[in-house]
């Protein structure tokens, strides 16, 4: 009998669902806007209802019986003893909520008794699901790093979960690199996702422009002349068309991160990387250099398999690792 | 019948090694200087030589039956597997030598064949004293940091040693706080050892009265004039006199430490920090500042229970961690 789980990813965007076959992965997905103007109370029965549909939906081979529970991955912290989610970001009017509990409590009646709900936080949960099913399947250990609207990281140790003490590890964008830089956020000078987060990557682009107006001549064209618009996608684009300064912007991205990996290399041993996120699909214009600074800022009796590979599971990575929870 | 076990603290000036109870710690030491000249055999053979001076010395109560074995913490990288010593900073002419075989080997027929022998990096070994006997031993998981001519560091979680995938977890002196900074140090920038090693603290006092003359007033007169002689035990004294150069270096050291701390804090979720070596003896200076910084550094989230102490077993850490490896 197939084990399969329900796997779901909480942003601030959308509520992405699937449910999740042990062995083969996901096999059917549902997504619906996540109502935030509800509250939590409201975005809970949206949960309640997508849960609801996949299960209605769950092709014969798997049986209720077989059914290891429901997995979730939410933004903010999470307490996973408790059920709890706290300040999550981009989910306006949370304090914190007793999310599982609440989860649990509406699904009653509509499963079976013996159902358990899991959450983690979401990028915990990524980094999980690129364990089990992606490309960290074939490390035991290793950090996976998500370079998005912030910079989220997840730790992996003997391929499970490193969650730390109190549940917050992983914070690479809180990594400090520059204590002395210019860059400041959430109050915090110098940090990672203060130089990679991506309003920051672009705010520096920007700076480099407004230094050298003329150096922004490719870029202007392509956000249309308004530098308000400029994108990551811009300076991708741009900086495969060969534009220097969007070469330069990306190789600072790679050194950046460069930096931050030697830093866990060191403190932790870790030497195997998984990188995903938006702004990772401008990968190939920065791996090589995040290698190549890796490689130069940490000792040479450190340097035994390193390896940085892209994510494989793109924004299904939250789903598949929701999932795994339950299988663990 | 009460435990016991030989730990041992191989330098590049002393062998340390004392006679450790499991319950009662240290009851018996003895210190030969490192005859650094007759490489791995010569120390090999000093260090079975102090191993029989101590158990022929053994107090009445502690039966032979009860011994643990042998545990020894030695600097350089340690394949804890294998046994082997590699490359250890301040024991020239070694490359990489079957430290635990020969010492075995060495031993045969003046040990019963079941004693073992154990080998550790000395800075995990330093702060498995601390978890066992010392400063940790209230905590479940800390990192420590050794401040001397290097800066070295060791992590224990869930009260155990962790020693990453390839066993050179917790080198905390070659984080990298100031990518774009000035300092150098094995050919990296902006490491905290290449701020906080020991020269590296005189050295960036004397680059502060070299721009300004007038301030080294109090040092100079200190170090007899001679600032090549100026050593940290100087600034401490000037510091603790009121002096405001010598105020700002340990500011500074305490700055660079609480930025280091804060990244462990983010990335391992470790809110304790046990912290030692012969810099530390000018602790009341920067630790304050550390934690400070500590605490402006991490988000609030990242704030319950964050602690700094100092080491409580001074250079005899080692010797504590090397026995208590034996009796894990």
């Known amino acids: 009998m197939s084990r399969w789980a329900i796997g779901i990813d909480l942003g601030g965007t ?8 042990l062995q083969r992965g996901i096999l059917l997905e549902r997504s619906v806007p996540t109502e935030t103007s509800s509250g939590p109370e409201g975005i809970v029965a949206q949960l309640a209802g997508v849960i609801g549909s996949i299960v209605a939906e769950t092709p014969s081979g798997f049986h209720i019986d077989a059914f290891d529970g429901i997995g979730l991955g939410a933004p903010g912290a999470v307490d996973i003893a408790t059920g709890k989610l706290s300040y999550p970001p981009n989910l306006p009017g949370w304090t914190t909520f007793p999310l599982r509990d609440a989860l649990v409590r509406a699904l009653e009646g509509s499963l079976p008794g013996s159902a358990r709900v899991f959450i983690e936080n979401d990028a915990n949960a990524a980094a999980l699901g690129e364990a089990v099913y992606g490309a960290g399947r074939h490390f035991s250990d290793f950090l996976m790093v998500t370079l ?158 390193i390896e940085l590979v892209p994510a494989e599971l793109g924004n299904r990575a939250g789903m598949h690792g929701a999932a795994a929870l339950c299988f663990q």
């Open 148 to 305: 998005g609207t912030g910079v989220g990281g997840g730790i992996v140790l003997d391929r499970k979960l490193y969650r730390g003490p109190n549940g917050t590890a992983g914070e690479i964008g809180f990594m400090i690199v520059d204590y002395q830089g210019s860059s400041v956020h959430a109050g915090i000078r110098g940090t990672i996702e203060g130089m990679l987060g991506k309003e920051h990557i672009v705010e520096y682009a920007r700076a480099r422009i407004k230094e050298n107006p003329e150096s922004g001549r490719m870029l202007s064209g392509l956000c249309m002349h308004d530098f308000g618009k400029l994108s990551p996608r811009h300076i991708e684009r741009a900086a495969n068309e060969g534009d220097p300064l969007s070469l330069a912007v990306w190789e600072r991205v790679g050194l950046v991160l460069g930096v931050g990996f030697a830093n866990v290399t060191a403190l932790m041993d870790i030497r195997k990387f998984v990188i995903g996120g938006g702004i990772s699909a401008a990968g190939t214009l920065f791996f090589e250099q995040a290698r190549q600074v890796l490689l130069r800022s940490t000792l040479p009796s450190m340097h035994a398999g």
């Open 14 to 21: 959308a509520i992405k669902a699937a449910l999740v076959s």
